[in-house]
């Protein structure tokens, strides 16, 4: 199941997430998203648990858990839906 991670601190790593996800099962990947222009933190993380009831677990016992000084977001990925190549006018 790929999970969403939110409301990351700037500072925080993919091994902390990896540490933070790891008591619940296998963590197969972990991505913090990383924003092209200044290389910073974009705030939130994807991280992929192959076994759906472990990861479902880690949902419910984190989700507003504290990492960083901060309440993370937990929930389950959801598809990337397809934006508007060219979006219409307002005129």
């Known amino acids: 199941m790929n999970i969403f991670v939110g409301n990351l601190s700037s500072q925080t790593t993919e091994q902390q997430l990896t540490a933070l996800f790891s ?13 092209s222009y200044s290389g910073r933190s974009r705030g939130f993380a994807f991280l992929e648990m192959p076994d759906n009831g ?5 949902i ?3 989700n507003g858990a504290s990492l ?15 934006r508007e190549r060219f979006p219409r006018s307002r005129y």
């Open 23 to 35: 008591p619940f099962g296998i963590v197969r990947n972990t991505k913090i998203i990383i924003d």
């Open 54 to 58: 472990e990861a479902e677990r880690a």
């Open 60 to 62: 419910s016992d984190l």
């Open 68 to 82: 960083d000084s901060q309440a993370i977001v937990v929930n389950e990925a959801r598809p990337k839906t397809e």
